[in-house]
Each structure stands twice: as structure tokens, then as C-alpha cells.
């Protein structure tokens, strides 16, 4: 069955330190890969997708991640976090049925 | 533009009363629509999802049922609530096999 890992469950940083949650799914052909984002007390809305192409997305508030498909990873990164990016992060995959496997959550908590 | 409503946004129940969650989407037709509970640490997990009307598919046999009586309504329901069943529970749609999914503001259920 497909799965997806998200390596670290609780990060914390200082603002303007840089972020990278990492990714990893368990799947051997064609993926369509999510990282949505929960900020305290909103919707889950999505940060960024793939679907094909260049490899490296961009999304929304300055974040972008890495599809390396040798890896099966799809990790998320930002260079210079900021308070408002407190925030709990989920990495998904679909693989082209109806339903995207999500991974277990990473919680990041940057300090003012 | 669409919308995702959910209702309520707080329940608390009793062990052994029923329970009936309501998601209705607006702005779109034929939506994919999901049923998730979101658990600390443990991610998003998919519960039921609907293709069309009266469709349901069962992701995880449990004390919970679901219900598509219309286009853009979803709703979850239980005969008899176990304290397993507290949780925080979203409703999200998506339009075609592959895409973003947007969810609702969930309904953090507490069974007591």
C-alpha cells in the first residue's frame, strides 16, 4: 500500500533560520505530490503542488520544494522562516485514483 | 468561487448517542467529496469518500457511516458513539481524479 513519511513531527526554529521538512513516499509510478499547510485556528489549505515538469515547485509565502523522483522524496524547504509560519505542515501523494495519501503532520513552531 | 461549510464546528456527546456531521460545497458541481479525521501525530485519515450521488467507499471499517443524499452534500453518521470516535473530523472536495483538495473548517467531536 502507498504511504508517505514525514520525517520529523515537531521542529522548532528561530525566525529567519531555514526550514526543511522532509518528505518520502512509497509508490513506483506516477505521482502527483501536495504539501498543505494548517495555520492554528484556519483551514487546511494547499501550499504547493507537482504534477509534472521542473522538479523544484514554488508556493505560496516564500516556500518551495524538491521532487527527486530517484529518492521518492518531495521535501519542503524555505530559506528564512518567519513567525507566521507557526504552522502544521502535510506532505501528500496522489496517485492518480480519487484518493492522496497524507503523511502524519510535522508541527513548526518558530520562535520570535 | 467555492465553498466548503461544515457543521457543526464543536460537538460533545455522550458514549452510545448518534452522531450526524454535515458538509455542503457550494460554487461547483460533482465534486469528489472526502470524510478525514485528523488525529495528533497521526495525520489525515481517510474515512469515506463519494464520486457522485448515493456513491459511498468505505476506507476504514469502523463504528461510522457516510451518506450522499445530494450533489454537493456529504454527511458522516454513527448510531452509537465510542469514545474512540473523539477526534477532529474534515470534509474536503476536489474536482476530477487528480488536483487539489479543499477542505472544510472541521468539527472537533469530543465523546464523553
Known amino acids: 500500500a502507498q504511504s508517505v513519511s514525514q520525517h520529523n513531527h515537531h521542529v522548532i526554529l528561530s525566525e529567519a533560520a531555514s526550514l526543511e521538512l522532509g518528505c518520502n513516499y512509497s509508490y513506483g509510478g506516477t505521482v502527483n505530490l501536495f504539501w498543505y499547510v494548517q495555520y492554528p485556528g484556519q483551514h487546511l489549505q494547499l501550499l504547493l503542488k507537482y504534477f509534472s515538469g521542473d522538479p523544484l515547485v514554488k508556493g505560496i509565502k516564500g516556500f518551495e520544494a524538491e521532487f527527486i523522483k530517484s529518492k521518492f522524496s518531495f521535501n519542503l524547504r524555505k530559506p528564512s522562516v518567519q513567525w507566521s509560519d507557526t504552522a502544521e505542515y502535510f506532505c501528500?501523494?496522489?496517485?492518480?485514483?480519487?484518493?492522496?495519501?497524507f503523511g502524519a503532520g510535522t508541527r513548526l513552531f518558530v520562535k520570535a | 468561487s467555492q465553498t466548503i461549510h461544515q457543521w457543526p464546528a464543536t460537538l460533545v456527546q455522550p458514549v452510545g448517542s448518534p452522531l450526524s456531521l454535515e458538509c455542503t460545497v457550494e460554487?461547483?458541481?460533482?465534486?469528489?467529496l472526502y470524510w478525514y479525521r485528523q488525529a495528533a501525530g497521526r495525520g489525515l485519515q481517510l474515512l469515506f469518500y463519494s464520486v457522485g450521488i448515493g456513491q459511498i467507499s468505505s476506507e476504514v471499517p469502523q463504528n461510522l457511516s457516510a451518506s450522499r443524499p445530494q450533489d454537493r452534500q456529504f454527511i458522516l453518521s454513527s448510531k452509537k458513539l465510542l469514545l474512540s470516535d473523539s477526534g477532529f473530523y474534515l470534509c474536503a472536495w476536489k474536482a476530477g481524479f487528480v488536483g487539489t483538495q479543499y477542505f472544510g473548517p472541521g468539527t472537533r467531536l469530543t465523546v464523553l
Open positions: 460554487g461547483t458541481s460533482n465534486p469528489n
Open positions: 501528500a501523494v496522489n496517485t492518480g485514483g480519487f484518493k492522496t495519501i
